[in-house]
C-alpha cells in the first residue's frame, strides 16, 4: 500500500490512517500533513552594501545555519552557494569577501584554500583578538607575531603574578617541612 499523500517526503514504513510514518506524525503533531518547513530560499534581508543577511537561525560562530532536506543541517552561505552556483570544489572554503558571516549572497562569496580564507580574514581585522586594542595603530603588534602588544603585557603581568605567588608558596613548604 502506498501513503495517502504520495509524495517526494513519503517513507517507506507501515501505514497508519492510510499515511507513511513521517505524514502521520506531522498530522498528530501539527493537525495537518502540509509541511512546516520555511522557504529556506527567501530568509534573508538584503542590506544596502548587498549583503544578504541571514534572518534564520545562528551558529555561535556567527554563521547562519539552515536545513535543507537535502543537505541536513549546514552552514546557510554553503547552501546558497550550491544552489545558485554549484558545487564548491574539493578542498576549498568559501570566502566572505564583505567580510559578513551572517551574509549568504552567492557573488560575495569565493572558493579560496583555508590559507588564504584566514590569512584575508587576519588582514581585515582591526581590533586584536580581544576585541579592546585598535591593531592598525603603528606599534600595536608584537613584532614576529599577530599578538596585541597591549594584551600580551596583560597576560604577562598576570603569568608573573601567578608564577611570584607560586615560588612563595613552594618557599614557605620547603622551609614548613624543615622546620
Known sequence: MRCIVNDQ??????????????????????????????????????SSNGCWIWRGAIYSNGYGKTSVKIHGTRLAHRVFYIKYVGPIPDGLDLDHSCRNRRC????????????INLNRGHKARTYCENGLHDITL????????????????????????KYRQTKSREARLTHSAHT
Not at 549568504?104 to 590559507?115: D, I, M
Not at 600595536?140 to 603574578?161: D, L
Request: proline fraction near 5%; glycine fraction near 4%; charged fraction near 30%.
Open 9 to 46: 517526503e513519503c517513507t517507506e514504513t507501515r501505514l497508519r490512517l492510510g499515511m507513511c510514518e513521517k505524514h502521520y506524525r506531522r498530522f498528530l503533531k501539527y493537525g495537518s500533513i502540509e509541511s512546516t518547513r520555511i522557504d529556506t530560499f527567501n530568509h534573508y534581508d538584503v
Open 104 to 115: 549568504v549572497n552567492p557573488t560575495h562569496l569565493e572558493p579560496v584554500s583555508r590559507s
Open 138 to 161: 603603528p606599534d600595536a603588534v608584537k613584532p614576529g607575531t599577530n599578538q596585541c602588544i597591549e594584551c600580551w603585557r596583560i597576560r604577562y603581568r598576570k603569568a608573573s603574578v
